[in-house]
């Protein structure tokens, strides 16, 4: 069995991962993102690897009816997920199939990019990142965020070391390469090779409520590239992998609730 690194999710999956992860994970994350940028009434923003576009919609929020926003996802499927969503404040958020290699913007014409969970899967980063520069104005800025190590992050950790074992390593490097960029000096350099005079990172941790996990987890995997490997397992060994992923994580719940820790990079490059 092999697993997608790359997330190029189909149409059901793009849409699992707006009812599952969004909600739940990427949604705080992605406004986490915004938050961190300190975004503005007014300013035009471009939300690069927008997947279903939770930074943007957030940024659209905060830059009001007289910014603009922008996302642009290779993934066809995102996009159209992105699309049948219901408007946020401002004015409607225009949607592109595109490669972060060439963006669909002019120079120097948005005032921040922004690049949620996205920067570890482009096979061409320093390409990608000239582009982010290109299109940024000169006072502009860039905001990526980028998980920490795994390790750090129990929920993923649990859930990618026992789909390993249970099922296989080529399934559970499905989940796993979404860490494949968190050391702090790999990213500096990448971002210092890409020519940013100023680079601001900082970690950011978010106690995020869970559902249920033994009905979360079989809905989040769905919603990733694990989700062939896991489909073609026994149902005794999914049940199995459910189970001990619930009950590793049992000292996370408290009173009836599931409440765990997540850990991601935030930095904020300036041209």
């Known amino acids: 069995m092999t697993a997608s690194t790359q997330w190029q999710l189909a149409q059901d999956a793009a849409e699992r991962y707006q009812t599952v992860l969004t909600p739940t994970i990427l949604g705080p994350f992605a406004q986490a993102l915004v938050d961190f940028a300190e975004l503005q009434a007014g300013e035009h923003v471009g939300d690069v690897g927008c997947g279903t576009g939770a930074a943007a919609r957030h940024a659209a929020k905060t830059v009001g009816s007289v910014g603009q926003v922008a996302g642009v996802d290779v993934n066809a499927s995102m996009i159209a997920v992105a699309r049948s969503l219901p408007t946020v404040g401002g004015d409607p958020i ?9 963006l669909p913007f002019a120079d120097q014409s948005l005032d921040i990019v922004l690049c949620a969970q996205t920067l570890q899967f482009l096979l061409e980063k320093q390409p990608s990142l000239a582009e982010m520069k290109r299109v940024v104005k000169s006072s502009g800025r860039v905001a990526v965020s980028l998980w920490t190590p795994i390790e750090d992050n129990p929920y993923f950790y649990t859930l990618v070391e026992t789909v390993a074992r249970h099922i296989g390593p080529e399934t559970a490097v499905g989940l796993k390469s979404a860490f494949a960029l968190t050391n702090t000096d790999e990213i500096y350099s990448l971002l210092d090779e890409a020519g940013f005079a100023q680079i601001d990172m900082q970690m950011a941790q978010l106690d995020l409520p869970m559902p249920a996990l033994t009905e979360f987890v079989p809905r989040h995997i769905q919603a990733t590239p694990m989700a062939n490997g896991f489909n073609q397992a026994s149902k005794a060994t999914q049940q199995t992998v459910v189970q001990e992923v619930a009950e590793k994580l049992n000292a996370y719940v408290a009173n009836g609730r599931t ?5 991601s990079h935030m930095i904020l490059c300036r041209k």
């Open 94 to 102: 225009e949607w592109h199939v595109a490669q972060a290699t060439e």
């Open 259 to 263: 409440q765990i820790p997540f850990h």
